[in-house]
């Protein structure tokens, strides 16, 4: 999800910057609810923040299991 959003506002946010501040505020509730009401919670910020830099370095495809 947070590779494939860094991809998307690099083409298109923009020329839609009013989307690209929703889909911040919809990235921010995403790890909000990871940090506060999830199990196993640096599994899966550490699975966010690797598909973020991911999507910084344009690494697009599988991402393996070393999660």
Do not use: T
Not at 10 to 38: C, D, K, S, T, V
């Amino acid at each position: 999800l947070f590779r494939n959003v860094v991809q998307v506002v690099r083409f298109h946010g923009r020329a839609f910057p009013h989307w690209l501040i929703y889909q911040l505020a919809a990235l921010l509730e995403i790890l909000f609810g990871i940090a506060f009401a999830e199990d196993g919670k640096g599994r899966k910020l550490k699975a966010c923040a690797l598909g973020f830099w991911g999507g910084l370095l344009s690494r697009m495809g599988a991402a393996g299991r070393h999660l």
